[in-house]
């Protein structure tokens, strides 16, 4: 397993998707999960855009959303991004969205 490092600054965060394409993506809840708790993501490349034309409200729907509002939610609940140690000559996309 790549080495790994965990991420809350909000800077430090917006870099790294940078680096990657990654956009902010809030989605419905899977059903079965609680309905009242939207999923963070980070989405690259072409999957950022998939489904976003069915808007927040569409079951199974991404939004892209701004930061700002991403961060709220991030911080509401108190979360972690745990990604993978930089390698030179790569860009790896792995993360993990955790509770602090």
């Known amino acids: 397993m790549a080495e790994t490092r965990t991420l809350t600054d ?14 902010p993506v809030i989605s419905d809840p899977a059903p079965g999960m609680d309905e009242g708790r939207p999923v963070l993501r ?26 700002d509002e991403w961060f709220e939610e991030f911080e509401k609940r108190e979360l972690a991004l745990v990604v993978s140690v930089d390698v030179p000559g790569q860009r790896d996309e792995f993360h993990e969205i955790i509770r602090r």
């Open 42 to 67: 980070i989405a690259f490349g072409q999957h950022a855009y998939q489904d976003t034309d069915e808007g927040a409200d569409h079951i199974g729907g991404n939004q892209i959303v701004e930061w």
């Open 10 to 23: 909000h800077d430090e965060i917006r870099d790294w998707a940078a680096a990657r394409a990654g956009k």
